[in-house]
């Protein structure tokens, strides 16, 4: 077979690896595994460990980046042009933004690479006076708890909230009192932990094995056996080489006669896997190779028959590969066909693209944190002080997007010189490694002189909404991430002056129109009546992923949503004297889906058991169910035009200004914010006013909504538990109403997975203590909001706090039923109901056609697509 010429990696990595490869023709002598072959349809291949990367690889070379919000580094802002690929440009503001929060930074680089002794916090004191008896002996160590040992309020898990499992804090209590954790190791540190840096991570770090490694690294790093001091510079040139290289739009009549081959890599994680098998079909072809790494922490969904990914899961390995954890969605998607790319990489087969930061290098240093010390543990990326950057070396850095020939990645593998291997220790303790690494060995290289600048991609940057960092809560750092592309967009694709074959980013959750957009122009419209090209769908559970992986709430919900589609079905379907069409629901859901239809969220698709009450056989269902419409504009209207929507939900996404919670499943823990949208208009101030379903007024305050403002969110800080039941947030201006929104904090049947006990209901579902969710009390402006106060409607609450069993479903049901529509039924097999519709044949069915992201068989010109 000829030789592999490039490689194109995409990486996304949010945590350890579980990697594969698809070979396209599974030819004997190749290192990779699977079968793609014309003429096929593809069948999914066996797994390859992480261990094997490199031999799986070293016959081919590299395009790059994670399919991920990353924390990157940037540019500061030049002239705009509507062509820019610049993967790593900052705002002229970008200096304000703080990266303090965890400790403060020395100001001057000294030897030693701990902080500056500044006056110890009292965080910092009651850490070290449990630490100075144990470091003389006693034989307790300084790092972390064992698993009997208690948790602090602040770092339990909060299964009960919507967030599940990975809830930062325990939302029973307010704030704890400032005391530390109580620190042990199961090895004494071997020497004082004095670094500032170091001992936040160490008070914050969860389990005793993660702190262990901080003060392990810590101590390395302090004793200088950590990072290396100087590093030999191979690259003959003087200064920085970069070649410029053109696109010309005829160039694929041109092909050589020995074409390149490109193996893509893809690091994915999330659940996108429609989204990704979409973006495959759109790359493949049947001479290139793909090597796909599937997530540990954030897996895709379990695969079914034919599907893309195969599930298995492996332990994070650190390395120069190794990424900062990061929340991401998107995908990649192609700009410009396989010939033109093949055509490109052929005529400049000796070429590296990576695309630099554009600015000088003691900025980049410092707004990278290359001067910093890193270590990942706990999904975190832990900042543990200062380090030196390595003497006698260019350091270099931009875009973790790339494409590398096959010669600098072998010099990368297989080289043992001082260049390569200290680069790999350096980089092994960095925030965000495949931001510099290959642009800093290539510079020093031998190879140096192959540098372009440029990774021949758009990326579609907004300063103002991309620069939030959103991400504090599992990287102690801040950084920029680009905006996914919407319609308004599309002009930029055709508009670009310097050779471009890929963008970013893209998300089908929130809009999938752009990609259909795309993918047309690219490779023409599917035929008139393809059914699913407006409708898109992902999947949030599947029964593999066992329903641990659920919180509370949503699994309370879940279970509700099916239980409504039974009672839809015996309404719409059921026949008197017969019992065909009547069910009684078994078990755990068995999936469920986000469904979207022209790009509007549709509701929840929950797959689930049941039996059939006429024959007693198990069947499987599909129910579809919608929320109902909740915000509502004051009747009379009143003269205030700027207000155009409003919204509660949780994970607010401020980047693109949605809430990640779809359907805003709420539970009593949960902390909900308000969001509302504005139209243009002149400054003003509204009230916001939220009442629970008692009608106490939980919170009030002020928002001055300035001319240009859009979007305006707030989460107020509410005691908990909330009450359960429908709750209603208003807007007045000048005290007259707006407009208001409803939410439902739901009632929770379940407690960490199991049936909630009766000595819990009354816990979560009582409200908080005395009804005080703030505070100050609010009681004298229920008469001016004519919301009165009933007994007998607290004598209600106090009744439903205390259910459990069938009248605690049963008041579930009530609320959710009131808040959401059961819109259709349907079967996923045989079924005794005459009248059931099958899946398959319905529109809106996870189990529906979907051609756009069904793979098929590879085509007589080796595509897919």
């Known amino acids: 077979a000829p030789r592999l010429t490039w490689l194109i990696l995409c990486l996304a990595v949010e945590d350890g690896p579980s990697a594969w490869a698809l070979h396209p023709h599974g030819r004997p002598g190749g290192r990779t595994v699977g079968n793609l072959g014309s003429g096929a349809s593809p069948t999914w291949p066996a797994l390859q460990g992480p261990d094997t990367l490199a031999q799986s690889l070293s016959h081919v070379p590299l395009l790059s980046r994670p399919l991920q919000d990353g924390y990157l580094s940037h540019r500061p802002k030049e002239k705009v042009r509507t062509d820019s690929n610049n993967e790593n440009s900052v705002p002229k503001d970008f200096e304000n933004v703080d990266n303090s929060n965890f400790a403060p930074r020395t100001q001057k680089q000294k030897n030693q690479p701990e902080l500056a002794k500044k006056p110890p916090s009292r965080q910092k004191e009651l850490l070290r006076r449990k630490a100075e008896p144990q470091e003389r002996g006693k034989g307790h160590s300084l790092l972390g708890r064992g698993p009997s040992d208690a948790v602090p309020p602040g770092e339990s898990t909060a299964a009960n909230s919507s967030r599940g499992k990975a809830a930062p804090r325990q939302p029973h209590a307010r704030k704890s009192g400032g005391s530390s954790p109580e620190s042990k190791y199961d090895q004494p540190p071997k020497c004082e932990i004095s670094g500032k840096e170091a001992i936040s991570a160490l008070s914050r770090s969860k389990s005793k ?29 003087e200064g920085k080489a970069n070649k410029n290289v053109q696109w010309d739009e005829d160039s694929v009549e041109y092909m050589p006669a020995n074409p390149v081959r490109i193996a893509f890599v893809l690091v994915v994680h999330g659940r996108a896997s429609r989204q990704l098998q979409r973006m495959f079909k759109a790359i493949y072809h ?373 809430f990640r919670n779809f359907g805003g499943l709420l539970g009593p823990l949960d902390e909900p914010v308000g969001m509302q949208k504005w139209g243009k208009g002149p400054n003003v101030t509204v009230t916001v006013v939220w009442v629970d379903p008692v009608n106490i007024i939980a919170a009030t305050y002020d928002i001055l909504i300035e001319s240009t403002a859009e979007f305006t969110h707030y989460k107020p800080p509410l005691n908990l538990p909330l009450r359960p039941g429908v709750w209603t947030v208003k807007i007045l201006h000048h005290w007259v109403p707006v407009a208001e929104t409803r939410f439902l904090v739901a009632p929770l049947t379940f407690s960490n997975r199991q ?108 595509r897919l697509r």
């Open 209 to 237: 094995h993660c702190r262990q490694q901080i003060g392990e690294t810590y101590c390395r790093h302090k004793l200088g056996l950590l990072m290396p001091e100087r590093v030999t510079r191979f690259c003959p040139l």
């Open 755 to 862: 049936p909630i006990k009766p000595e819990e209901t009354l816990k979560l579902h009582n409200g908080p203590p005395r009804s005080a969710y703030m505070e100050q009390s609010f009681q004298s402006l229920n008469p001016v909001l004519s919301l009165p106060i009933s007994p007998a409607q607290v004598e209600q609450a106090g009744r439903n706090a205390a259910a459990t069993g069938t009248a605690l479903e049963g008041w579930l049901d009530s609320l959710v039923g009131s808040m959401w529509a059961a819109m259709d039924v349907c079967s996923t097999g045989p079924t005794a109901c005459p009248v059931m519709q099958s899946c398959s044949h319905t529109a809106w069915s996870s189990l529906s056609p979907d051609p756009k992201s069904e793979l098929g068989a590879v085509k007589p010109d080796g």
């Open 286 to 658: 049947k001479d290139h190779f793909y090597y796909i790494h599937v997530d540990k922490v954030r897996v895709l969904p379990s695969p079914q028959e034919g599907s893309l990914v195969s599930m298995t899961q492996g332990a994070g390995t650190p390395g120069p590969c190794g990424l900062a954890r990061t929340l991401t969605f998107f995908l990649v998607c192609f700009h410009r066909t396989n010939d033109q790319l093949v055509a490109f990489l052929s005529r400049y087969r000796d070429m590296n693209f990576l695309k630099s930061h554009g600015r000088d290098n003691a900025r980049f240093i410092r707004k990278q944190g290359l001067d910093r010390l890193f270590l990942e543990c706990d999904a975190h990326m832990w900042r543990l002080g200062d380090r030196r950057i390595p003497e006698g070396i260019a350091v270099d850095g931009g875009s973790d997007w790339f494409l590398l020939n096959r010669k600098f990645v072998e010099y990368v593998t297989f080289s043992t010189d001082d260049l390569v291997t200290k680069m790999k220790q350096f980089y092994s303790y960095t925030l965000l490694p495949a931001e510099s690494f290959f642009h800093t060995v290539l510079e020093n290289s031998p190879h140096c002189d192959t540098m372009v600048d440029n990774n021949l991609r758009i990326t579609n940057w907004n300063r103002k909404l991309g620069c939030k960092c959103q991400y504090k809560h599992i990287v102690d750092w801040c950084g920029c991430s680009p905006n996914d592309f919407k319609p308004q967009d599309f002009h930029r694709f055709q508009q670009t002056a310097r050779p471009t074959f890929f963008a970013r980013k893209f998300e089908a959750v929130v809009n999938q129109e752009i990609i259909g957009q795309l993918d047309y122009y690219l490779y023409g419209n599917y035929p008139a009546g393809t059914p699913g090209l407006r409708s898109y769908w992902e999947n949030v559970y599947d029964e593999p992923d066992g329903v641990q992986s659920l919180s509370d709430v949503a699994l309370t919900l879940y279970h509700s949503f099916a239980r409504l589609g039974l009672r839809r079905a015996e309404a719409s379907l059921h026949t008197d004297g017969e019992n065909s069409c009547r069910y009684y629901p078994m078990g755990h859901p068995a999936s469920v889906h986000l469904y979207f239809l022209a790009d509007r969220f549709q509701g929840f698709l929950v797959k689930h058991h049941a039996t059939n009450l006429a024959v007693s056989k198990l069947e499987t269902l599909e129910t579809w169910v919608m929320p109902k419409k909740v915000f509502k504009v004051a009747s009379p209207p009143s003269d205030f035009g700027r207000l155009q929507f409003s919204e509660v939900g949780t994970d607010w996404d401020a980047k693109e200004r949605l």
